[in-house]
């Protein structure tokens, strides 16, 4: 069974370019999310979609960032302008059912953005 | 606000010498409770869970982990390293009867690092 698939692996932009992050969750898996991990530091939660709809939102900073996920499958994340510090590393993941209900999340390799 | 708290960040051992590295989380209802690995070049995946029922759980890889309720705590443990366990842990918490019950809290990580 194919795992999370995000492209690009690898970004490197300069500052104020848009940037966008692709993501194919594991086919059947309702939920999705959009993790930020800075260096040294765990992943943290940027929005969550069930099916179409993203429930959790709230830390995704909204003035420069969106995501969206078409038809409920897959997923982008967008950055417009990007800034020095947003260079991190941005996961993908997806789960079949949720997590309060013995689900757990499966990751992709994540995207990795530098901002010059 | 829900954290969680890793207190080692960077471990260093000999092959076979044994391990545990702690995890406290600050919330104070129910929760679900997790250890991921991430080998390196690899995407986070699943070492073990625990839901309900027996405090001490068992992951693949021979890695365990046990809930403390009253210590607030899901230390992980395994006997004897070995070389390909080195890698980052990251403990995470999800809180059970909340209305944010999708979302998984991470601590910030604990890089283990086995000397052959």
């Known amino acids: 069974e194919a795992g999370v698939v995000q492209s690009p692996r690898y970004k490197i932009i300069e500052k104020k370019q848009p940037v966008a992050f692709w993501c194919n969750p594991i086919?059947?898996?309702?939920?999705l999310y959009w993790y930020l991990q800075n260096l040294g530091q765990g992943p943290e939660l940027l929005i969550r979609?069930?099916?179409?709809?993203?429930?959790?939102d709230s830390q995704l900073p909204k003035d420069r960032f969106s995501a969206e996920r078409l038809k409920g499958v897959d997923s982008t994340l967008k950055i417009q302008p990007a800034e020095l510090g947003d260079s991190a590393v941005y996961l993908c993941?997806?789960?079949?059912?949720?997590?309060?209900?013995?689900?757990?999340?499966?990751f992709g390799e994540g995207s990795r953005l530098t901002v010059l | 606000a829900q954290s969680v708290s890793q207190h080692n960040h960077h471990v260093i051992l000999s092959e076979a010498a044994s391990l545990e590295l702690g995890c406290n989380y600050s919330?104070?209802?129910?929760?679900?409770l997790f250890w991921y690995v991430q080998y390196p070049g690899q995407h986070l995946q699943l070492l073990l869970k625990?839901?309900?029922?027996?405090?001490l759980v068992k992951g693949i890889k021979g890695f365990e982990a046990e809930f403390i309720k009253s210590k607030f705590s899901f230390n992980l443990r395994k006997p004897s390293v070995q070389w390909s366990d080195t890698a980052e842990y990251f403990c995470?918490?999800?809180?059970?009867?909340?209305?944010?019950?999708?979302?998984?809290?991470f601590g910030q990580g604990t890089t283990l690092q086995v000397k052959p």
């Open positions: 993941a997806s789960s079949l059912v949720d997590l309060a209900n013995t689900g757990e999340l499966f």
């Open positions: 086919s059947g898996h309702n939920t």
């Open positions: 979609y069930e099916n179409e709809e993203a429930v959790d």
């Open positions: 919330y104070g209802g129910t929760v679900n």
């Open positions: 625990y839901f309900s029922g027996d405090p």
């Open positions: 995470a918490v999800n809180e059970k009867g909340s209305g944010n019950t999708g979302k998984l809290i």
